[in-house]
């Protein structure tokens, strides 16, 4: 761009030197022709002036003549004299002679060929009148006068004077008409001259005019320019002395010449004192000496030669922290200051430099790190895995200890996403299974951190419980507790783990239980002993003791018996810490649970004067529990009540309604719970401090284990109490989820794969399960297993036998649960070693809904099997339409498809095919069909099919009586709506569902 | 079969326990009593007093009640008299177990020595019908 425009300036300037040159020579040669025509001029007047003169001389000759021809005065010949050359006389020598001058004359016409005739003509008759004179003078000297006065009158002297003035007249006009030529010849290159002068200065006035116009706009440019200069710079000066940052600028001969107000401010110096300063001596009068050395060595350690001139302050080092360079500066007053110094050179060798102050930043950080760093040997020294991830679940923070627990370095893998260290301590089957029960618990698909950060309900006492494969290969029980971090906004914002090897607190806990199990068991041989002997002595089996021996004979009895009960319930409370409780949660009515419970110990309380009353009317209510384990929460609480009880009160049972649960209450009209003790109530081995002697009937342990029991039924247990009112104890246990308009679990049984290597136990299993009305495909190897499964994903669920030929079943187990398609597939094991199977897995495996000793129990295999497959896609109820008309059996199909599987027959013969192939929970038959009646079909149901088919009967016709009493219900199809229709058919099913035992025929 | 229990043989490795089931069972019920310390000889005295029931003890050094039963089982002589086990393993499901090996019923240790003769005599009833 500006290359251009010089060029264009340069040309330019050349421009007009050449056009100025050429018009210079030009003029030059003008004037030369000019200075030429000029000379020619002079010239012809030269020759105009010496033709006069001629001519004034021949006048003077005639003169002369005439004179000395009157006078004879010799005087008069002068001119004669003169004109000739003859003088001697001074003055006549002094002019020229008239030949003379006709000689000049002929000299200076000589380029002239007319002139030069004339003035030979001129000549001619010149001479001729200087001889006609010389005759005449001679005459008259001869004094011959008369002869000369003859001569002259014979007017030759005048016609020689004509044709002399004649010859000078052509010379004059001659020269005048030359004259007149070369003044117009002179005349117009005087006009080319004055044209091209004009030419030229209107040239250079043009030019100069451009040189003006260009300067003014220059100038135009310029003052804008100074203006936005000086806006510029106003607004720099502002920025420069408004930070505070100090700003400070030298030129390129090291002379400081900036010290903003900032630098003012930071440094205590002015800017006076500073400005003109050289930037060496400025600087060391806030720099401190060692720094500058230091930088330098190492700047010539890092670049390989000491740094020059400014380049201390330019050349980075590799050491250079997140501000940059980083010095110490020294204040006027002497106070040291950290600073952050920038340095950059400017294009004309001058420098800038903008210096920060970051001394409180550095304090900050200085204190940020101390605490950090007391913090990490916090984090690193403990014994406990500690990471951190951000809310992306990228690891943040990895301490020490993580390295110790794992046996080998993770503490690098900051960065790497939080599950890929989750991995290293954990089965990667273990986070798959765990992401399934989330997803199971929380009713969607969780994400990777979520598997870490969201608790399930069933995580121990220790938090996760995750299983590490030490490197050498031994097991390690790692607990995880998990806090999820929120930012000021409530914003997830991460999680912090903590993980710690429990493997010896499990180790430990085992033992425990193990210890107290052997310990209890080995009490109860003496004790049996104990016990038996005492028993028969107080029973009076040896005969009748004295009193007093009676009275310590019974005390050592009872007090042996109450050992007992303390051993039992030491055994419960272990069993219950150390999770091998087992729990068959199934459907209970509440109604007949409540009054067996009263009924079993009303003679309990009997012993102790107090009746128990279940409050009528107990609503109808189902609630998932343990039935033994139920009981057992009854009869603690219901035996404390009467022990707290006066004699002749009554002790109140009730179970209420709430929404989702069912309320159980057993309320006393004791002592009540002392105010102090209440918050103990719940603890082991707690007993209020009471002198009743009836204290010794406990243990201290019944309400621990009541609480644990009614949790481990997923219930909440609490109590109410006044002294001396009495005390009332309530749990809630959730309620049977009742099938609203779609009939569940029972009616739809699905198909089951039996994996048992004993034939006999497969059929028998089969056999069990198909009463329940499942499919049953049996495998009696592993691989036929895995073949079976990979087939079909048709099953909804699998028993298994621990030990088969061709593995183990808890290593199939947990190749199970690697498979994503099979991960929440129920299994039920089924096993002489299941409980040690149950130790080996240890929690390891997920979705084992129960643990199954042979021999099998079939209520609760089926009990288990059914509650796992329920809501399991295929488990609809199967309904068989037996009807001819297939638009009524398509309409009631459509109505009814969300909630049951329908299937037609349009003919005895296909229902009786299809009874004989498939299991149906229901038959709605037609009594009219093509190839005969329906009551046929029902004559000979028992013997179609592995069970007989609950029947619903939708004729145009009235059933009989007969008929009537054998089936489900009977509906006449022209009295009743489809909706009707629809209605008894998902209320049969419902009934069906819902009831745990077989379906016994109702009447309508 | 007699109608009522009369012979019944007590098989445990606790002296003590084999006592006080004696007397019990001798002077509350009235029955007459055998006593086999451990299971060692057990089948062998059981073929050879042919006792009406036999009371086996669960917990034993070398070979435990539901073994003896078996070699109780597996001898023919042995194989028809009825047995109920003596525990100090009282969980349900333990005591389902015991049924399901084929005992009569499970006394739970420590018994009551002032019933445990009656809980035999009906045991052995149900058993005989």
Redesign the interface.
């Known amino acids: 761009m500006d290359k251009g425009r010089n060029l264009v300036r340069v040309m330019s300037v050349v421009g007009i030197l050449l056009v100025s040159l050429v018009i210079g020579n030009a003029l030059f040669y003008r004037q030369e022709v000019v200075q030429d025509s000029r000379e020619l001029v002079r010239h012809t007047h030269q020759v105009k002036h010496t033709i006069s003169e001629v001519a004034s001389r021949v006048r003077d000759l005639e003169l002369g003549q005439r004179g000395y021809l009157l006078t004879h005065d010799s005087d008069f010949l002068e001119p004669y004299r003169i004109a000739v050359g003859g003088s001697d006389d001074t003055a006549a020598s002094r002019s020229r002679s008239l030949l003379e001058d006709l000689d000049i004359l002929d000299t200076l016409v000589a380029a002239n060929p007319r002139q030069t005739e004339n003035l030979r003509r001129l000549r001619d008759l010149v001479a001729a009148k200087l001889r006609f004179t010389d005759s005449t003078v001679r005459l008259i000297e001869a004094k011959q006068d008369e002869a000369a006065i003859r001569a002259i009158r014979s007017g030759r002297g005048k016609r020689l004077m004509d044709g002399i003035r004649g010859a000078i007249d052509d010379m004059v006009r001659e020269e005048d008409s030359l004259l007149v030529q070369r003044r117009r010849l002179e005349e117009a290159e005087l006009y080319e001259n004055g044209l091209l002068l004009y030419g030229t200065v209107s040239f250079l006035y043009l030019v100069g005019l451009l040189a003006l116009w260009l300067a003014s706009r220059n100038n135009a440019k310029r003052r804008r320019a100074e203006q936005a200069l000086e806006e510029s710079h106003q607004l720099l000066s502002a920025v420069v002395n408004g930070t505070d940052y100090a700003i400070l600028a030298g030129d390129a001969q090291g002379t400081l010449r900036l010290f903003s107000r900032g630098a003012e401010r930071m440094l205590g110096y002015k800017a006076e004192e500073e400005v003109g300063l050289p930037i060496r001596e400025a600087a060391r009068k806030v720099m401190v000496p060692e720094e500058l050395a230091t930088r330098a060595r190492k700047l010539e350690e890092e670049y390989g030669r000491p740094p020059r001139g400014l380049e201390i302050f330019t050349l980075p080092l590799q050491s250079d922290g997140p501000y940059g360079q980083e010095w110490t500066y020294v204040r006027k007053d002497g106070t040291r200051l950290s600073v952050a110094q920038s340095v950059f050179m400017l294009e004309d060798g001058g420098s800038v430099a903008i210096v920060r102050d970051i001394t409180r930043i550095k304090s900050l950080e200085r204190d940020l790190l101390e605490s950090s760093a007391r913090l990490q040997a916090v984090v690193d020294g403990i014994d406990y895995a500690i990471f951190a991830s951000d809310e992306k679940g990228i690891l943040r923070l990895i301490n020490k200890g993580t390295d110790r627990i794992l046996g080998y370095t993770v503490s690098d893998m900051v960065g790497r996403p939080v599950i890929e260290l989750a991995a290293r301590f954990a089965d990667p089957l273990e986070l798959r299974a765990r992401a399934s029960r989330l997803a199971k618990h929380y009713g969607r698909q969780v994400t990777e951190m979520e598997i870490i950060s969201l608790p399930l309900p069933d995580d121990g006492p220790f938090g996760q419980e995750w299983t590490h494969k030490r490197p050498e290969g031994s097991p390690m029980t790692l607990a995880f507790s998990v806090y999820t971090l929120q930012d000021p906004e409530g914003r997830f914002s991460g999680v912090v783990a903590l993980a710690r090897d429990i493997t010896q607190i499990k180790a430990l806990e085992h033992m425990k239980s193990e210890f107290i199990s052997t310990v ?2 080995e009490l ?10 005492l ?2 002595v107080t ?1 009076g ?2 005969g009748t003791l004295p009193e007093k021996a009676a009275e310590l004979v019974s005390i050592a009895y009872r007090n ?1 018996e109450r050992l ?1 009960r303390i051993i ?1 319930d030491i055994l419960d409370i272990e ?1 219950i810490e150390s999770g091998k409780l ?1 729990m068959t949660l199934a459907p209970v009515d509440a109604a007949s649970f409540m009054r067996q419970a009263v009924e079993t110990h009303a003679a309990y309380g009997e012993k102790y004067g107090v009746r128990f009353v279940l409050e009528e009317p107990v609503p109808d209510l189902r609630v998932v529990a343990d039935g ?1 384990r139920l009981m057992q929460i009854l009869a603690n609480l219901m035996s404390n009540a009467a022990k707290f009880s006066p004699a002749g009160s009554e002790v109140r049972l009730s179970v209420e309604r709430l929404p989702g649960k069912a309320r159980f209450s057993v309320r006393d009209f004791g002592t009540g719970i002392p105010e102090a003790f209440r918050s103990r109530v719940f603890e082991k081995f707690a007993q209020a401090e009471n002198t009743d002697t009836r204290r010794f009937d406990g243990t201290g342990l019944g309400l621990s284990i009541t609480r644990r029991l009614v949790e481990a039924m997923h219930g909440v247990i609490s109590f109410e109490s006044k002294e001396g009112k009495g005390t009332t104890f309530t749990f809630d246990l959730p309620l049977v989820r009742e099938a609203s308009g779609a009939p569940a679990s029972r009616a739809g049984a699905g198909r089951i794969l039996v994996c048992e290597d004993d034939r006999d136990v497969a059929a028998l299993l089969k056999i069990m399960l198909e009463r329940a009305g499942f499919a049953v495909d049996e495998a009696y190897t592993l691989n036929e297993v895995r073949a079976l499964l990979s087939g079909t994903n048709e099953y909804v669920a699998l028993t298994l036998d621990l030990m088969l030929p061709d593995g183990s079943g808890v290593e199939f187990l947990r190749e199970l649960r690697a498979d994503p398609r099979r991960v929440d597939l129920p299994v039920v094991v089924v096993s002489a070693r299941a409980d040690q199977g149950r130790l080996e897995l240890n929690g390891d495996v997920v979705g084992i809904i129960d643990w199954m ?3 099998i ?1 079939e209520g609760k295999l089926v009990r288990s099997l059914r509650n796992a497959v329920a809501g399991a896609p295929g488990t609809k109820p199967r309904i068989l339409h037996v009807e001819d008309d297939a638009d009524l059996s398509l309409i009631l199909g459509k109505s009814l498809r969300d909630s049951v599987e329908w299937v037609g027959a349009t003919s005895v013969q296909e229902a009786e095919k299809l009874l004989a192939a498939q299991r149906f929970d229901l038959m709605v038959l037609d009594l009219e069909l093509p190839d005969g009646s329906g009551l046929q079909l029902l004559e000979h149901l028992h013997e179609i099919g592995s069970r007989p088919v609950p029947v619903l009967i939708l004729s145009a016709s009235e059933a009989g009586e007969d008929v009537r009493h054998r089936v489900e219900a009977a509906l006449v199809k022209s009295r009743m709506s489809e909706e009707r229709i629809v209605e008894t058919i998902l209320s049969l099913i419902r009934r069906q569902s819902g009831a745990g035992d077989p379906i016994h025929p109702e009447k309508t | 079969m007699n109608a009522s229990l009369q012979h019944v043989l007590c098989i445990d490795d606790e002296e003590d326990i084999l006592q006080v089931a004696k007397l019990s069972l001798e002077m509350v019920g009235g029955l007459r009593v055998s006593l086999c310390h451990g299971s060692k000889e057990a089948v062998e005295e059981a073929v050879r007093l042919r006792p009406d029931l036999i009371l086996l003890d669960v917990m034993m050094p070398e070979r435990d009640g539901p073994a003896t039963l078996e070699a109780l089982r597996a001898e023919p002589a042995s194989a028809g008299i009825p047995v109920v086990f003596m525990t100090a393993k009282v969980q349900p499901a333990e005591v389902a177990h015991y049924l399901a090996l084929g005992a009569v019923g499970v006394v739970s240790k420590p018994f009551d020595p002032m019933g445990l003769s009656d809980t035999l005599k009906s045991l052995w009833a149900r058993h005989v019908t």
């Open positions: 209890s068991h109860r041989t003496p004790l049996t002993s104990i016990r038996g002997a028993g028969l029973g089996a040896v042996s007992v039992n069993k087992s033994d000793v042979k021999p129990d």
